[in-house]
Antibody, heavy 122, light 111 residues
Framework: EVQLVQSGAEVKKPGESLKISCKGS????????IGWVRQMPGKGLEWMGV????????RYSPSFQGQVTISADKSISTAYLQWSSLKASDTGMYYC???????????????WGQGTLVTVSS | QSALTQPPSASGSPGQSVTISCTGT?????????VSWYQHHPGKAPKLMIY???KRPSGVPDRFSGSKSGNTASLTVSGLQADDEADYYC???????????FGGGTKLTVL
């Protein structure tokens, strides 16, 4: 069974940097896209972006382009979501997710991580 | 505001059936047969319940079924059980320049 295990909750101040992680197991990490989905408090889900660990090809939703960096280290089967300068509006739950891609498009998400709560407050 | 519209809540008694709707546009739900439904128990990882509008992954009970008419997709849960109480989210493919869109979620309560 595919497993995606995320790093623990974080409490940060505005302006600080942060990198959260998601370790995949029980599947070929290098040859499957993996991505991040945001859920702000009381709101729905939003795709942030995805990455192909095999060659680090990445795609971002327009709302998140330039705001975050998605990366992956295939040697340790781990994907990352990184902020260089957090804002209070970055507060939310962040899920890593393994999409099923067909001909380069996301059809569904077949596996999810348990979520990482990020709180940004002064 | 989420791209897809779901009712915030739904409820039913054990053994009954409940249907949750997910309304989009011809650019997402209505234009493609790539609608998915996810079950989320708070504190746990969301779980894929339906994909490609009507297909169930291995291990998902056949009490869960999906359908679509026009720009609205639906998830029906038959024979409600206590463990079905969770949040349910729909998603849809929305074109080649989009990673996909989600609904705002529906909290299903088993009375």
């Amino acid at each position: 069974e595919v497993q995606l295990v995320q790093s623990g909750a974080e409490v940060k101040k505005p302006g600080e940097s942060l990198k959260i992680s998601c370790k995949g197991s029980e599947y070929s990490f290098s040859t499957n896209w993996i991505g991040w989905v945001r859920q702000m408090p009381g709101k729905g889900l939003e795709w942030m972006g995805v990455i192909y660990p095999g060659d680090s090809d990445s795609r971002y939703s327009p709302s998140f382009q330039g705001q975050v960096t998605i990366s992956a280290d295939k040697s340790i089967s781990t994907a990352y979501l990184q902020w260089s300068s957090l804002k209070a509006s970055d507060t939310g739950m962040y899920y890593c997710a393994r999409p099923t891609m067909i001909r380069g498009v996301i059809i569904t998400i077949d596996s999810w991580g348990q979520g990482t709560l990020v709180t940004v407050s002064s | 505001q989420s791209a897809l519209t779901q009712p915030p809540s739904a409820s039913g008694s054990p053994g009954q059936s409940v249907t949750i709707s997910c309304t989009g546009t011809s650019s997402d739900v209505g234009g493609y047969n790539y609608v998915s439904w996810y079950q989320h128990h708070p504190g746990k990882a969301p779980k894929l319940m339906i994909y490609d509008v009507t297909k169930r992954p291995s291990g998902v009970p056949d009490r869960f079924s999906g359908s679509k008419s026009g720009n609205t997709a639906s998830l029906t849960v038959s024979g409600l059980q206590a463990d079905d109480e969770a949040d349910y989210y729909c998603s849809s493919y929305a074109g080649s320049n989009n990673l996909g869109v989600f609904g705002g979620g529906t909290k299903l309560t088993v009375l």
